[in-house]
Each structure stands twice: as structure tokens, then as C-alpha cells.
């Protein structure tokens, strides 16, 4: 059994909070601009697969949904870098 006696070396003090890094805070905001960069990747490749950049309507609709997703990711990304540290 393990039990803490009096002349244990545990102290009794309230644990530290842990710093959460910018990467935990903004997780969310740096998958959606992966996604998005790897969407506006895709659709680049499909677009020129001929030569010329030459989209389609699938192409295009890919290509603007890649680059609303990295829009709100790097929004987030900035916010979370705006807003700093949490506090308390």
C-alpha cells in the first residue's frame, strides 16, 4: 500500500496549471488551412492536368470550397495568435 506519511516528499501544494501551446489552442484553425491547402492542391492539379488551367464546374466548386476552408482556418489561427495566451 502506498500511503503518503508524514515524512513523505509529496507536498501538498495545488498542482500547476499546464501552458497550452499555440498549437492545442489553435488545433482547430490549423486542420481546417491543412485541409484547405491540400483542397486548393487537388483542384490545381486537376485544373492544369491537360496543360492550360482548364476547370471544370466540379474543379471550380472544389477549388472555392478549398479556399473558404482555408480562409477559416487562418482566421482562427489569427484570432487564437490575437488573443494571446489564456489567462488565470
Not at 14 to 30: K, V
Given at each position: 500500500?502506498?500511503?503518503?506519511?508524514?515524512?513523505?516528499?509529496?507536498?501538498?501544494?495545488?498542482?500547476?496549471?499546464?501552458?497550452?501551446?499555440?498549437?492545442?489552442?489553435?488545433?482547430?484553425?490549423?486542420?481546417?488551412?491543412?485541409?484547405?491547402?491540400?483542397?486548393?492542391?487537388?483542384?490545381?492539379?486537376?485544373?492544369?492536368?491537360?496543360?492550360?488551367?482548364?476547370?471544370?464546374?466540379?474543379?471550380?466548386?472544389?477549388?472555392?470550397?478549398?479556399?473558404?476552408?482555408?480562409?477559416?482556418?487562418?482566421?482562427?489561427?489569427?484570432?487564437t495568435l490575437r488573443e494571446g495566451p489564456p489567462r488565470g
Amino acid at each position: 500500500m502506498d500511503r503518503a506519511g508524514p515524512g513523505a516528499s509529496q507536498s501538498d501544494a495545488p498542482p500547476q496549471p499546464l501552458q497550452s501551446s499555440l498549437l492545442s489552442r489553435g488545433a482547430i484553425g490549423f486542420w481546417f488551412l491543412g485541409l484547405g491547402l491540400l483542397g486548393l492542391l487537388r483542384s490545381w492539379m486537376r485544373a492544369t492536368r491537360h496543360g492550360a488551367f482548364d476547370a471544370d464546374a466540379i474543379t471550380l466548386l472544389w477549388l472555392i470550397g478549398s479556399l473558404l476552408l482555408t480562409l477559416m482556418g487562418a482566421l482562427r489561427v489569427w484570432r487564437t495568435l490575437r488573443e494571446g495566451p489564456p489567462r488565470g
